[in-house]
């Protein structure tokens, strides 16, 4: 069983649905995104969703698009959102990469 499968089992067994937060990693600083994650898993939710910024991020919505040009703008890079995903496992949520696959081959699917 993995990490989202414990996820769903426990909420089931609460009879509730499992809180989940969307948020571009990076945004609006790498400083404030991890604060946020922190902070969101920390007052309950069950999975937070980082959101990979991606110079053409052609599929999301003109927030998310904004944010991710934010992120990027303020310096935001790749190895980044482990740093995220760290701090979203240590206060107790699992964390979800949300990217599209381009930065992943970038980087190199083996490092990523």
Do not use: C, K
């Not at 509730?16 to 309950?44: C, M």
């Not at 935001?76 to 949520?93: C, K, N, Q």
Request: no cysteine; hydrophobic share 50%; glycine share 6%.
């Amino acid at each position: 069983m993995n990490a989202l499968d414990e996820v769903f089992a426990r909420t089931r067994a609460e009879d509730r649905a499992a809180l989940i937060a969307y948020l571009p990693a990076g945004y609006p600083d790498l400083e404030t995104s991890i604060a946020s994650v922190r902070a969101l898993a920390e007052e309950g939710v069950d999975i937070v969703e980082v959101g990979v910024p991606y110079s053409d991020p052609v599929m999301d919505g003109p927030v998310v698009e904004q944010a991710a040009a934010a992120a990027l703008q303020a310096g935001f890079r790749l190895s980044h959102v482990f740093d995220i995903v760290r701090a979203v496992r240590e206060a107790g949520a699992v964390p979800v990469v949300m990217s599209y696959w381009n930065p992943v081959l970038r980087y190199g699917p083996d490092r990523f």
